[in-house]
């Protein structure tokens, strides 16, 4: 609770480039929540440096993420979109909650066993470390929820143990926080492999659309996506690649599944591809449009970077004062 608001958090990486899953499955319904819950979205550059980033690259993707966030609808008078460098209590707080945070329970993470497996020549201890930090982001706010995907499930567990451990010892002092899991949203499927999710790290640049890509590239993609041979156009779960395209193009077009099989009876899965990649094209054609517009205003990005970082920042500091204090740290002379 922040402000008798009830408060929400999400972090995002800016490694990587929004996809139409992220787009649909979280970013868009996250729109809906902006009244009701006092909302950061913090792009979490921090996190990030856990794997080595080109400079200039990784300074490129975090204010395209930025913008992009405010181009896709997240109004940044209501939610509070900024860089979690640019708040140094992350990583204060983050530091006292490693002296709360246990080896064995650390080890445990699947994404450190995976990024570790992965990352054999840089397993540095800010990789095993990631998920405090990232209970940092989320206890500093007060938390009520965290919208985050399903692989996001055990650090918010962790998040929670630390909380309530914490909050064992001192009394209430962090709000635990729930996951928030849109179990109605939806689920968009990579195209070239419709039983894996659309992920951001697929190395197959064919099985996911990027919010920014041109239409002629969405259109291309579509024809591409994998499908089976009976070329009939059906929803049913022996037909993964149609399946997940019938949903795209549901959600593009507003039709149910069935307005969408009697569409396309007796159709071809060509012509039927061509249809879902311009819905698509034209779904994203406004986020893209706003988007590059943003993107030229360079004073008005920069004041929302600024404004936001100081009200992210004041709310922050709250927390972590209150931390400081009940855990002995001497009190500052003013
Ligand atoms: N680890 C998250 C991811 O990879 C990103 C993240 C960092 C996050 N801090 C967060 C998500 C706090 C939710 C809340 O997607």
Redesign the pocket.
Known sequence: MLNGKKSL?????ATGTLHLGNYLGALKNWIELEDEYESFY?V?DM?SITVRQEPAELRRKARALLTLYIAAGLNPEKNCIYY?SHVPAHAELSWILNCYAYMGELSRMT?YKDKASKNENNINAGLFT??V??AA??LLFQ?DI????D??KQ??EL?RDIAQRFNSIYGDVFTVPEPYIKKTGARIMSLQEPTKKMSKSDENLNASIFLLDDSDTIIRKFKRAVTDSDNEIRHSSDKPGISNLIEIYGIATGKSIAETEKEFEGKGYGEFKIAVGESVAAMLKPVQDRFYELEKDKAYIDSVIKNNAEKASYYANKTLRKVQKKIGFPERIR
């Open positions: 958090f999400s972090g995002m990486q913090c979490v996190h979690q994404q990631y998920p930090l990232m982001d989320i938390s965290v919208p985050v995907g692989d996001q650090h918010i998040t």
